[in-house]
């Protein structure tokens, strides 16, 4: 039998910068794309839509959401040594990071005041979307796992 310890710390400075690196990426994706399959007919304006805007949205669902069901991070995370995990030590679903990450407009809204406030005033140092989906986010030293052998 395993039971898992959590001492959950609010890691403000590196949440920002795992953030800044996943949405980085995936903006560097977006700008590429946008600019390669560009349907403006106006130049200097770049725009995709219907169909064509699909994989945008795919490639925000699979770099956010499902990179991080699997691994319990996403790679500016894993550079910033974080870790997303249930409140109760669990394993991610695809449930949980979904609700959590769809609550990132509104966490990163104003400069990330509203996860900032939300991240100091809450016990467990969880942001809106943490809160929504039962997740916390802590560094791997930050979880301690013991065996009990009867």
């Known amino acids: ?9 609010p890691y403000i400075k590196l949440r920002i910068i795992a953030t800044l690196i996943d949405y980085g990426i995936y903006f560097v994706f ?10 403006s007919p106006v130049p200097g304006v770049s725009r995709v839509d219907g169909i064509m805007a699909l994989p945008i949205f795919i490639a925000w669902f699979l770099y956010f959401v499902v990179i991080e069901s699997v691994n319990g991070t996403t790679p500016g ?3 910033c040594k974080l870790k997303v995990i249930k409140v109760d030590g669990g394993k991610l679903t695809l449930g949980d990071v979904f609700k959590r990450r769809i609550c ?3 966490d990163i809204l104003f400069y990330g005041l509203p996860a900032i ?3 100091k005033k809450t016990e467990k140092h969880q942001r ?6 039962g997740t916390l986010v802590v560094k791997r030293s930050d979880i301690t796992e013991t065996e009990i052998v009867f």
């Open 104 to 106: 990132d407009c509104f």
């Open 128 to 133: 809106i979307g943490d809160l929504l989906a």
């Open 30 to 39: 977006f700008y590429t794309y946008v600019t390669v399959f560009n349907q």
């Open 77 to 79: 995370h894993d550079i």
């Open 1 to 9: 039998m395993k039971t898992v310890d959590i001492k959950p710390k």
């Open 117 to 119: 406030i939300c991240i």
